[in-house]
């Protein structure tokens, strides 16, 4: 299965000349915590609730006069859509990442993947099967076939 099949493909995205106080407005409205930030149709970078905490807020800065680009991080990490579910789920518990941008081949933003997407694919697999419909339906969707205690242990 695809990494397309498994991700959230709405993603809501912030820009770098944003207030810090708009961008943790948006993550608070659609309960996020974190946002891809693009300039000109390209990622450039990710905000997170701890990017915000740290070197925002911990730092006594304005959240108003603070622009995301200044405490965004500018390097990211991604994978392709068309990459398959159990590779991606693989470089997240190596890597220990709770999500990953997801880009089509041309690097345009198409999703965003997070552990818990991974989780409820594995668990939906799982659930068939205690219900005898593994063959029937687990194997017709491809689910990545991952340990829960591996990824637990793994990612935090």
């Known amino acids: 299965m695809k990494i397309s099949h498994l991700m959230t493909p709405d993603v809501v995205i912030a820009s770098p000349m944003q207030s810090l106080k708009s961008a943790a407005l948006m993550m608070e409205e659609h309960d996020f915590d974190a946002l891809p930030v693009c300039e000109h149709q390209r990622v450039i970078g990710m905000l997170t609730v701890r990017d ?10 304005s959240l108003d006069a603070c622009k995301i680009s200044d405490v965004m991080t500018f390097e ?19 890597q220990q990442l709770r999500r990953l941008l997801v880009l089509d081949r041309e690097y345009q933003l198409v999703g965003i993947v997070a ?22 339906h687990a194997e017709a969707y491809h689910w990545p076939n991952l340990s829960l205690t591996a990824r637990k242990q793994a990612i935090h």
Do not use: C, N, W
């Open 115 to 136: 552990v818990d997407d991974l989780l409820m694919a594995s668990h939906l697999q799982s659930t068939l099967a205690r219900h005898g419909h593994s063959t029937r």
């Open 52 to 61: 915000i905490a740290m070197k925002a807020v911990a730092q006594g800065r």
């Open 76 to 94: 990211t990490q991604y994978v392709f859509a068309d990459q398959p579910a159990e590779e991606v789920a693989h470089l997240m518990m190596e």
